[in-house]
Every structure is written in structure tokens, then in C-alpha cells.
């Protein structure tokens, strides 16, 4: 319940970003063209795939923790005997491509002048992709100790998988955020 409850205050967090995104738009209409144009829609569109289906290995990984499967039990060319542990790296190393993929993105923005100090838009757009970026780390992290948790306990148990399920949430939580993100500065523009 602790969890729900602080992903609501983290969903008001991104819905404040996100009406400081359309204020500032609908004040500044010309700027969003000319802004806007520098943005590389294929690139981010396959980032935002990527993390998407983070999503889904992810759900894997809690399939596998709710059925007390912490590894592999086969050949880890195998992805129907894997783990946890495969899984929540698998998503793990999604997760880091995707924030990979945002820093390039982030290269090539300041490389055709658009800063957090250059133009209102620039401030929004850093802000609510910066703060998504965090967020995003943040998971990062927990999965990475749910993971080393179950190398330290001498077995696998009921709470390391309500552990697994919370990262989850968390996750999803992180993953349906940059959805609203990308279809409101990518698609709409």
C-alpha cells in the first residue's frame, strides 16, 4: 500500500512537469516549431520501445519470482528457463540502453543549441526528461538489489518475491510515465 501511495505523489510530481510542458507551449507557439523540428523522432521512438518492452521482461521476472523461480534452470540460451535473476538483468540492461540512448539524445540537442538555459522549451524538456532519466536510474538501482539480495539469503522466499512484484510496480509505474512523456513531446510537438 506504501508503494501506491508514494507513486501517487510521484505522479503528481510528473503531472505538475507536464502542465508546465503546455503552459509554457501555449505561450510560446513558434518556439515549440523551430524546438521541436531538432528532435530525432526515429531515434526516440526506438529508445521508447525499448523501454516499453523493459516492461515486459520485466513481468516475466515477476512471473518467475511469484513461482519461487529465482534462477535459470536450463541453458541461458534457454529464456523459458529462466529466472528472476535473468529476467530482472535483461531489463536491467534495457533499462541502461534506454538511458544510453537518452544522454545521445541529450548530446545531440546541445549540439543544435537546445540547453536547459536556452528557451523556455528547453527548460521543460530537460526538466521532464531529466527527472524521467532519475527515475529511471532509481529502478535501475533496486533492481540490481533485489537481485544481489537473492545471492545473499540462503534461499528464495515469499518476501524477496513481494520485493520483486514492488520493483515492478515501481518500473511500470516509470515505463507508462515516458509514454505520456514521448507522445506529448514527440508525437504532438
Known amino acids: 500500500m506504501g508503494t501506491v501511495v508514494w507513486l501517487s505523489s510521484e505522479l503528481m510530481f510528473f503531472a505538475a512537469l507536464f502542465a508546465a510542458y503546455f503552459t509554457i ?10 524546438e521541436t523540428a531538432k528532435l530525432n523522432v526515429p531515434f526516440a521512438t526506438v529508445n521508447t520501445t525499448i523501454l516499453v518492452l523493459s516492461s515486459v521482461t520485466c513481468q516475466w521476472g515477476v512471473f518467475a519470482a511469484e513461482e ?6 536450463g541453458s541461458l540460451l534457454n529464456f523459458r528457463e529462466w529466472g528472476m535473476r535473468e529476467w530482472f538483468a535483461l531489463t536491467y540492461l534495457m533499462g541502461a540502453v534506454f538511458v544510453a540512448g537518452q544522454a545521445v539524445e541529450y548530446v545531440e540537442l546541445v549540439h543544435h543549441d537546445v540547453t536547459l538555459a536556452s528557451s523556455g522549451y528547453g527548460s521543460v524538456f530537460y526538466l521532464a ?3 524521467h532519466g532519475l527515475h529511471v536510474i532509481g529502478g535501475l538501482i533496486a533492481f540490481l538489489l533485489v537481485i544481489g539480495r537473492t545471492f545473499m539469503a540462503r534461499r528464495f522466499t515469499h518476501e524477496q518475491a513481494i520485493s520483486a512484484i514492488v520493483v515492478s510496480y515501481y518500473w511500470h509505474f516509470v515505463d507508462i510515465v515516458w509514454v505520456g512523456l514521448f507522445l506529448t513531446i514527440y508525437v504532438l510537438q
Open 25 to 34: 507551449r501555449a505561450v510560446s507557439p513558434e518556439l515549440w516549431d523551430l
Open 68 to 73: 519461487g523461480k529465482v534462477g535459470r534452470s
Open 129 to 131: 526528461t531529466g527527472f
